[in-house]
C-alpha cells in the first residue's frame, strides 16, 4: 500500500445526504466572491508608473509591489489551502476575507514603499480565500452539474483577474492609486458580509492533521511525472505572462507617454482572449489535454516573439495595434493551457484534487512572482526588447516540457 493510501485511510468523508444544496444566489455569490479576491493580487500592475512616482522610488522597487502580492498568493496555496479539507470552509473563507480587506486597507494607507510591500505580501496569503471558494462551490453542487457549477465560478475568477487591470488602471488615473486599494477594501467587506449571510458550513472531509496533509502533497508531488511536468510547464508561461503585464504600464508610460488608463484598458484585450479559453477545454475532451498544453504554449512564444516587431513600426497606432494583438494571443495561450493542465492534474487522483490543485497553482503563481521580478530587472537593464525576449524563451522552455512529456 503507498505513502498516499495509508494516509488517505484516517480520512473521513461526511456522509452523502449531509451536503448542503447550491442555490442560483449562492452560486452567483461565490463565482462574484472569487473574481472580487483574486482581483486584489492584479490591481498593481498597470499603476505602477504612478505609484513609483507617488513614492518617490524607482522602477525595480515598485515592481517588488506585485512580486511579493504573487508570491504571497503562491506561499498562500500551497500552506493554506489544504486546510479546507481539514475544518469548515465557511469558518476559513470569512476568515481570509475579513484579513484581505484589512491588508488592502493597509496598502491603501501605506506611507511609504515599505509599508505598502509589506501589506502586498500579506494580500497575496489572503487572496488565496479563491482556492476555497472553488472547492465550496464543487462540494455544493450535485453531482450532474459540478462542471457547470465549477466553470461557473471560475468564470467569475476569470473576469476578476481581467478586470481589475481596467478598473485600477481607470482609478488609478482619476483619482489616484490609494482609493483603487481603498475601494478594493470596501468591496471585499460587502461581499464579506454577503458570504456571512449566505453561505452554509461545510463539514471536514479528512481527519489528517496539518502535517499529514502537507506529507500527502509531497507523496503526490513524487508519484506523479505528469503533475511535475504540468506544475514546470505552467509555471514557466506564468513567468512571461507576468513579465509582459507587469511591466506593459511602464512601457506605456515610458515609450508612448500613456497613463494607467490606458494600461488597465488592454485587460480587455486580455478578456478576449483568454475568454475563448473555454473552448480550449471542449477540445481537450476531444483531442486529449495534451496536444491543447502544446498548442497553448506556443500560442504565447509566437505571441510574445511578436513584441520584437515594436521597434520596427513606424506609427504609435500600429505599435498599439501590434501590443492589443499580442495581449489577446498571450492570454489565450496561457489560459488554454492552465485548463489543458487541470484536466490532466484532476484526472490522476480523484480522492486528492484539492491538494492536486494546489500543488498545480503553486507552481503557476511561483513563476508570475518571478515573472514580475525579472520583468522589472530585465526592463532596467535592456528596456521592452528585454521583457519580450524573456517571455519568448519561457514559453518555448514549456513547450519543450510538454513535448518531452510525450
Known amino acids: ?18 451536503a448542503p444544496s447550491l442555490s442560483t444566489r449562492t452560486l452567483l455569490l461565490l463565482a462574484a466572491a472569487a473574481g472580487c479576491s483574486v482581483a486584489s493580487i492584479y490591481y498593481s500592475q ?11 522610488t524607482g522602477e525595480g522597487a515598485a515592481g517588488l509591489v506585485p512580486t511579493l502580492t504573487q508570491l504571497g498568493y503562491a ?14 470552509r465557511r469558518r476559513i473563507i470569512l476568515a481570509k476575507v475579513g ?22 505580501l500579506a494580500v497575496g496569503l489572503a487572496a488565496t480565500v479563491t482556492q476555497d471558494l472553488v472547492p465550496a462551490a464543487a462540494t455544493l453542487a450535485p453531482a450532474a452539474e459540478r462542471g457547470r457549477v465549477v466553470g461557473t465560478v471560475m468564470t467569475g475568477l476569470l473576469l476578476g483577474i481581467l478586470l481589475s487591470r481596467v478598473v485600477s488602471g481607470l482609478v488609478a488615473q482619476w483619482l489616484g492609486w490609494r482609493m ?30 496539518y502535517r499529514a496533509l502537507m506529507a500527502t502533497m509531497l507523496a503526490l508531488l513524487r508519484r506523479h511525472p505528469a503533475l511535475r511536468r504540468a506544475a ?68 504565447a512564444a509566437l505571441s510574445f516573439a511578436l513584441l520584437a516587431l515594436d521597434g520596427w513600426l513606424p506609427t504609435d497606432h500600429a505599435r498599439l495595434a501590434l501590443l492589443l494583438a499580442c495581449a489577446v494571443g498571450l492570454d489565450f495561450g496561457v489560459q488554454a493551457a492552465l485548463v489543458a493542465h487541470q484536466t490532466i492534474v484532476y484526472g490522476l487522483d480523484p480522492d486528492a484534487r484539492s491538494r492536486l490543485n494546489a500543488i498545480l497553482f503553486t507552481g503557476m503563481f511561483a513563476g508570475m512572482s518571478a515573472g514580475a521580478a525579472l520583468g522589472g530587472l530585465i526592463m532596467g ?13 519561457t514559453s518555448l522552455a514549456a513547450l519543450l516540457v510538454r513535448l518531452q512529456g510525450r
Do not use: C
Open 1 to 18: 500500500m503507498s505513502s498516499i493510501q495509508k494516509l488517505n485511510i484516517t480520512s473521513g468523508q461526511p456522509a452523502a445526504g449531509t
Open 46 to 56: 498597470p499603476m505602477l508608473g504612478t505609484l513609483a512616482g507617488e513614492l518617490h
Open 75 to 88: 506561499l498562500g496555496i500551497l500552506l493554506l489551502a489544504p486546510l479546507g479539507d481539514r475544518y469548515d
Open 99 to 120: 484579513l484581505l480587506a484589512a491588508t488592502l486597507l493597509a496598502s491603501g494607507l501605506a506611507p511609504g514603499i515599505a509599508a505598502l510591500l509589506a501589506a502586498s
Open 180 to 209: 483603487v486599494y481603498l475601494g478594493a477594501a470596501a468591496a471585499v467587506l460587502l461581499i464579506g458580509l454577503a458570504l456571512w449571510r449566505g453561505l452554509p458550513r461545510f463539514a471536514p472531509t479528512t481527519r489528517l492533521g
Open 232 to 299: 514546470l510547464a505552467q509555471g514557466l508561461l506564468a513567468i512571461g505572462f507576468s513579465a509582459f503585464w507587469s511591466m506593459l504600464a511602464v512601457m506605456l508610460h515610458q515609450q508612448l507617454q500613456l497613463g494607467s488608463a490606458a494600461a488597465g484598458a488592454f485587460g480587455l484585450a486580455g478578456a478576449a482572449g483568454a475568454l475563448a479559453a473555454p473552448l480550449a477545454g471542449r477540445l481537450a475532451d476531444r483531442r486529449g489535454p495534451e496536444i491543447i498544453t502544446r498548442l497553448g504554449a506556443a500560442v
Open 381 to 393: 537593464l535592456w528596456g521592452w526588447i528585454g521583457v519580450a525576449a524573456l517571455a519568448t524563451l
